[in-house]
């Protein structure tokens, strides 16, 4: 997991003691509506190989987000998104240290996938900053992690072999 990504353990473990603040997502610059509702909490188990045949496995969790405004005047609760969270846990088995992506839409514009950052209290509210999830290709990952201290690049490895084969 990338060390930026916020696991569902981490978030609610941070929302703990601000039950009772409002709970404002950000994304595309600004606010969810007051009245977003958590469609969906869905837990999944993956395997995959790479692009350069590594294989890779990791859980994840989806938080899915309508950001429509058909609630009250004010954001959802901290502790009500907390407890939802909860519930979904009893009925399916949710890994506190899986991997933590939102699916948001507004009903009309397609879903997309976001990662969050550390929530933060902004006056009377817990704000989480929502950034799309990009994609990448792990070897390429790992090979420039490696390289940091050398500044080389993925399209000259040392090994002269391309880092996607």
């Known amino acids: 997991m990338d060390p930026s990504d916020l696991s569902i353990g981490d978030l609610l473990d941070a929302l703990a003691a601000h039950k009772d603040k409002p709970l404002v997502f950000r994304y595309d610059g600004r606010p969810v509506k ?14 995959a190989l790479d692009c350069g045949a590594n294989p890779e496995s990791w859980s994840e969790i989806f938080v899915q987000l309508w950001d429509v405004d058909e609630g ?8 009500r998104f ?9 009925h399916v088995a949710l890994d506190p240290a899986a ?7 507004d009903g009309i514009r397609p879903m997309e996938l976001h990662r969050a950052t550390q ?6 509210t817990v704000e ?5 999830r990009p994609a990448s290709c792990k070897p390429r990952d790992r090979w ?11 399209s000259a490895p040392a090994s002269g072999k391309a880092c996607c084969s």
Request: with cysteine; hydrophobic share 40%; aromatic share 6%.
């Open 34 to 47: 007051p009245g977003y509702h958590v469609t969906e909490v869905k837990a999944g188990q993956f395997s």
């Open 144 to 154: 420039l992690e490696d390289q940091k201290a050398a500044g080389a690049s993925c």
């Open 119 to 124: 929530p933060a209290l902004v006056g009377g």
């Open 128 to 132: 989480v900053e929502l950034s799309p």
């Open 99 to 105: 991997r933590l992506t939102f699916e948001v839409s």
């Open 72 to 79: 009250g005047p004010v954001h959802m609760p901290a502790g």
């Open 82 to 90: 907390a407890a939802i969270i909860r519930k979904v846990a009893y």
